[in-house]
């Protein structure tokens, strides 16, 4: 199984900067689709952004213009760089691998990150 690790959460004041990484035990190239989601208090997880192992990425519209996803293929990492941060952008933020091994379907998910943005 996939193994992720994610790091780079804390706290910061609205219109900050943070810069989130997610390294995979793998090859990333193996890797068919690897995302951020996000759960705040209260709410279900859902898709921030996600990247694919061609390197096509879609985002979720409420952080277009403002986060991006990105790769580095040498460390295995996958990056979310998240500008112009909101309060409501406080959550615990998630890597999630899906790939496929022996034609079957599989997800890793790593420990989360807290994301928190304040005055």
């Known amino acids: 199984q996939v193994q992720l690790a994610e790091s780079g959460g804390g706290l910061v004041q609205p219109g900050g900067s943070l810069r989130l990484s997610c390294t995979t035990s793998?090859?990333?190239?193996?890797?068919?689709?690897m995302g951020w989601y996000r759960q705040a208090p209260g709410k279900q997880r859902e898709l921030v952004a996600q990247v694919t192992s061609g390197g096509s990425t879609n985002y979720a519209d409420f952080v277009k213009g403002r986060f991006t996803i990105s790769r580095e293929v040498a460390k295995s990492t996958v990056y979310l760089q998240m500008n112009s941060l909101k309060p409501e952008d406080t959550a615990v933020y998630y890597c999630?691998?899906?790939?496929?091994?022996?034609?079957?379907?599989?997800?890793?998910w790593g420990q989360g990150t807290q994301v928190t943005v304040s005055s």
């Open positions: 999630k691998a899906r790939y496929v091994r022996i034609s079957a379907w599989y997800e890793s």
């Open positions: 793998t090859n990333i190239f193996t890797i068919n689709y």
